[in-house]
């Protein structure tokens, strides 16, 4: 039964992504790409995914160790009192000549918003680690996932009537938390437009890696359920 959890939500997510990317309509396909991501329903933890990600200093302390930039504050200033660079905390997961668009996408958030992201990110992994969904589906998965989520139960006999804790439950678990994409150092960059969001950072592997994220009721969340690899260092 856990198989057939996992294809729906796989197939809804991949089917959710083309439509929204779809919606770029004329549009700069890498820019319209990293749109249909940042607003993308639920996909499945792939291999990599694991839990208990380590948390770093509050206000993104430790992004600013992986981004190589001058110390800024939490708002986001130099200690000189002067606005950071337009990309300053991501400038480290960027690719000379390669597709940054989610190292580039909006602007740089503030540091109370990657502690936010952070909060969500961390329950991400625990509840990968785990298997239980409850925090997860009652705090932290944005409402367009829920419903989506919903849409699967009620259509999928192997799964109707489930709730969203008992349908993600069917995903794979990855006791321990050993896993190459789990966050290490906390959030280096938050990447903001409007209400959409990527939380970027630095895996157990060193490899950077982006979250979308959503702001609803001043509480910015998942909007996928693993992270995407960066082509950057």
Same mark, same amino acid.
């Given at each position: 039964?856990?198989?057939?959890?996992?294809?729906?939500?796989?197939?809804?997510? %991949?089917?959710?992504?083309? /439509?929204?990317?779809?919606?770029? !309509? $004329? &549009?700069? @396909? +890498?820019?319209? *790409? =990293?749109?249909?991501?940042?607003?993308?329903?639920?996909?499945?933890?792939?291999?990599?995914?694991?839990?208990?990600?380590?948390?770093? %200093?509050?206000?993104?302390? /430790?992004?600013?160790?992986?981004? !190589? $930039? &001058?110390? @800024? +504050?939490?708002? *986001? =200033?130099?200690?000189?009192?002067?606005?950071?660079?337009?990309?300053?905390?991501?400038?480290?997961?960027?690719?000379?000549?390669?597709?940054?668009?989610?190292?580039?996408?909006?602007?740089?958030?503030? !540091?109370?918003?990657?502690?936010?992201?952070?909060?969500?990110?961390?329950?991400?992994?625990?509840?990968?680690?785990?298997?239980?969904?409850?925090?997860?589906?009652?705090?932290?998965?944005?409402?367009?996932?829920?419903?989506?989520?919903?849409?699967?139960?009620?259509?999928?006999?192997?799964?109707?009537?489930?709730?969203?804790?008992?349908?993600?439950?069917?995903?794979?678990?990855?006791?321990?938390?050993?896993?190459?994409?789990?966050?290490?150092?906390?959030?280096?960059?938050?990447?903001?437009?409007?209400?959409?969001?990527?939380?970027?950072?630095?895996?157990?592997?060193?490899?950077?890696?982006?979250?979308?994220?959503?702001?609803?009721?001043?509480?910015?969340?998942?909007?996928?359920?693993?992270?995407?690899?960066?082509?950057?260092?």
């Amino acid at each position: 039964m856990g198989g057939a959890w996992k294809l729906w939500i796989l197939l809804v997510a %991949a089917a959710s992504a083309l /439509a929204l990317s779809a919606c770029g !309509g $004329g &549009g700069d @396909s +890498s820019t319209a *790409g =990293t749109e249909a991501a940042a607003e993308s329903t639920a996909q499945a933890p792939g291999q990599a995914a694991a839990g208990g990600s380590e948390k770093g %200093a509050q206000g993104g302390g /430790a992004g600013q160790g992986a981004s !190589g $930039g &001058g110390g @800024s +504050s939490g708002g *986001g =200033t130099t200690q000189q009192g002067s606005p950071p660079a337009k990309h300053e905390r991501s400038s480290a997961f960027r690719t000379p000549g390669g597709d940054n668009s989610i190292q580039e996408y909006g602007a740089e958030g503030k !540091g109370s918003d990657r502690t936010d992201a952070e909060s969500s990110i961390d329950a991400l992994y625990a509840a990968i680690s785990s298997g239980n969904w409850g925090e997860i589906c009652d705090k932290y998965l944005s409402a367009q996932n829920i419903e989506q989520i919903e849409i699967i139960a009620e259509k999928a006999p192997q799964i109707k009537g489930k709730g969203c804790a008992e349908v993600l439950g069917g995903l794979n678990q990855v006791p321990g938390g050993q896993s190459p994409d789990r966050p290490q150092g906390g959030i280096a960059s938050m990447r903001i437009e409007g209400n959409t969001a990527f939380a970027i950072y630095r895996g157990a592997d060193g490899k950077g890696y982006a979250l979308p994220l959503k702001l609803e009721g001043g509480v910015w969340k998942l909007t996928a359920l693993a992270p995407t690899p960066l082509q950057g260092p």
